[in-house]
């Protein structure tokens, strides 16, 4: 089972400035298989980035995935105030099972 | 437009079980993989099971397998959780999660608003 850590837990930043956030499995990801979900209060997931750095449809090119093998980072260009949530990554190179990261917590300094 | 919509959560007592359904809509639902996915409150995502297109490949979390089962009735529309033996662990928001794919497991570009399981005596 691969295992993904998310850093940092917390990341409180400003309005306009650029956020990293990083994904890290314990076990190269297969074909780069991974995925970034967007997760807002009282809302259900919304996918960003899928095979480590395609947008999804209707993503902002604000948002950004790189990394292959072990690490990988969304990276958030000049932040706007609705992008203050929760991101998760999730791995799907050698599922079963499909893992998560524990999420990174992005909020506003 | 792509509507998952999540129903049959409530409160039960520990041991009791319970069967989620989701409502498809917008797309061809035997095309695609599903799944479920939980969220504990205030916690993050855990995968729980997942479906290929016909029903003939399945896959569960172990935290959930001998008692979860997943199905689905693509005449229906519909893709469903039975859960058995319920404990307080599994108290969670579950969420019905569409694939891209059909027959492997992929990453997930739908999702329903979630149904919430709450065990407790």
């Known amino acids: 089972e691969s295992v993904l850590t998310q850093s940092p837990g917390t990341l409180s930043l400003f309005p306009g400035e650029r956020a990293t956030l990083s994904c890290r499995a314990s076990q190269s990801i297969r074909s780069n298989y991974l995925a970034w979900y967007q997760q807002k209060p009282g809302q259900a997931p919304r996918l960003l980035i899928y095979?480590?750095?395609n947008r999804a449809t209707g993503i902002s090119d604000r948002f950004s995935g790189s990394g292959s093998g072990t690490d990988f980072t969304l990276t958030i260009s000049r932040l706007e105030p609705e992008d203050f949530a929760v991101y998760y990554c999730?791995?799907?190179?050698?599922?079963?099972?499909?893992?998560f990261g524990q999420g990174t917590r992005l909020e506003i300094e | 437009e792509v509507q998952l919509v999540e129903s049959g959560g409530g409160l039960v007592q520990p041991g009791w079980s319970l069967r989620l359904s989701c409502a498809a809509s917008?797309?061809?639902?035997?095309?695609?993989?599903m799944h479920w996915v939980r969220q504990a409150p205030g916690r993050g995502l855990e995968w729980v099971s997942s479906i290929s297109w016909n029903g003939n490949s399945v896959a569960y979390a172990d935290s959930v397998k001998g008692r979860f089962t997943i199905s689905r009735d693509n005449a229906k529309n519909s893709l469903y959780l039975r859960m058995n033996s319920l404990a307080a662990e599994d108290t969670a928001f579950y969420y019905c999660?569409?694939?891209?794919?059909?027959?492997?497991?992929?990453?997930?570009?739908?999702w329903g608003l979630g149904t919430l399981v709450t065990v407790s005596s």
């Open positions: 095979g480590a750095s």
């Open positions: 999660a569409k694939d891209i794919a059909s027959s492997s497991w992929r990453y997930f570009d739908h």
């Open positions: 999730q791995q799907y190179g050698s599922a079963p099972p499909i893992t």
């Open positions: 917008g797309f061809t639902l035997d095309d695609y993989a």
